[in-house]
T-cell receptor
Framework: AQSVTQPDIHITVSEGASLELRCNYS??????LFWYVQSPGQGLQLLLK??????LVQGIKGFEAEFKRSQSSFNLRKPSVHWSDAAEYFC????????????FGGGTRLMVKP | DSGVTQTPKHLITATGQRVTLRCSPR?????VYWYQQSLDQGLQFLIQ???????AKGNILERFSAQQFPDLHSELNLSSLELGDSALYFC???????????FGPGTRLTVT
C-alpha cells in the first residue's frame, strides 16, 4: 500500500525567505505525485503535479517541486515566500492501480512572519 | 474556483440521523472521488465513481454509501451518524482516471 510522510507539521518562515517543504512517499511503481494547498476553511487547490518526464515541475503561485526517485521524495520549493502563502500544504500520491485514489500526507502548516 | 460544487456547505445533525451530501463535478469530468478530512485521521479517500460505476473503495464505513447518477453528479449518504463522523467531506473530480483531481469546497458535517 502507498503512503506519504510529511515530516514537518509546522514551519515558520519570514516573508521573502525561501521555502522547502519535505515529502517522502512509498509506492511500488512509478508514482503520480501532487501538492495541494488548503487555506483555512477552504477546499484543496492543486499547486502542481508530476506524472512523468522532467523531474523538476513548475506549478502555480511560483512553486516548484523536484521528484527524486532515489530518495522517494517530492519536495516543494518557493524562492521567496509571500504572506499570502500561509496555509496548509498537502503532498499526495496517486495509486494508478486503484483508480488514481489519492493518499495524502499529514500536511505541513506554513506560517509566514512579516 | 475549481468548478466542482458541493452542497450543502454546512450540516448540523444529531446522532443516529441520516444525511445526503451532493457533488457536481467539473463540466466534462467523468470521475468523482469522495474524501473525508478529520483532525485525527487527516485526509482519507472514501470511494470513487467513474462514469456511473464504482471504481475504487477506501476506508468507507458500511454505514456510508454513494452513487453517481447519469448526469454524473454524485451523492454520499451517511446513516446512523455518530459523533466521530463529524468532519469535512470533500468531493473531487477528474476528466479521466489518470488525471489530476480538482476539489470542491467541502461540506462540513457536525454531528451533535
Amino acid at each position: 500500500a502507498q503512503s506519504v510522510t510529511q515530516p514537518d507539521i509546522h514551519i515558520t518562515v519570514s516573508e521573502g525567505a525561501s521555502l522547502e517543504l519535505r515529502c517522502n512517499y512509498s509506492y511500488g511503481a512509478t508514482p503520480y505525485l501532487f501538492w495541494y494547498v488548503q487555506s483555512p476553511g477552504q477546499g484543496l487547490q492543486l499547486l502542481l503535479k508530476y506524472f512523468s518526464g522532467d523531474t523538476l515541475v513548475q506549478g502555480i503561485k511560483g512553486f516548484e517541486a523536484e521528484f527524486k526517485r532515489s530518495q522517494s521524495s517530492f519536495n516543494l520549493r518557493k524562492p521567496s515566500v509571500h504572506w499570502s502563502d500561509a496555509a496548509e500544504y498537502f503532498c499526495a500520491v496517486g495509486a494508478l492501480n486503484a483508480g488514481n485514489m489519492l493518499t495524502f500526507g499529514g500536511g505541513t502548516r506554513l506560517m509566514v512572519k512579516p | 474556483d475549481s468548478g466542482v460544487t458541493q452542497t450543502p456547505k454546512h450540516l448540523i445533525t444529531a446522532t443516529g440521523q441520516r444525511v445526503t451530501l451532493r457533488c457536481s463535478p467539473r463540466s466534462g469530468d467523468l470521475s468523482v472521488y469522495w474524501y473525508q478530512q478529520s483532525l485525527d485521521q487527516g485526509l482519507q479517500f472514501l470511494i470513487q465513481y467513474y462514469n456511473g460505476e464504482e471504481r475504487a473503495k477506501g476506508n468507507i464505513l458500511e454505514r456510508f454509501s454513494a452513487q453517481q447518477f447519469p448526469d454524473l453528479h454524485s451523492e454520499l449518504n451517511l446513516s446512523s451518524l455518530e459523533l466521530g463522523d463529524s468532519a469535512l467531506y470533500f468531493c473531487a473530480s477528474s476528466r479521466v482516471l489518470r488525471d489530476e483531481q480538482y476539489f470542491g469546497p467541502g461540506t462540513r458535517l457536525t454531528v451533535t
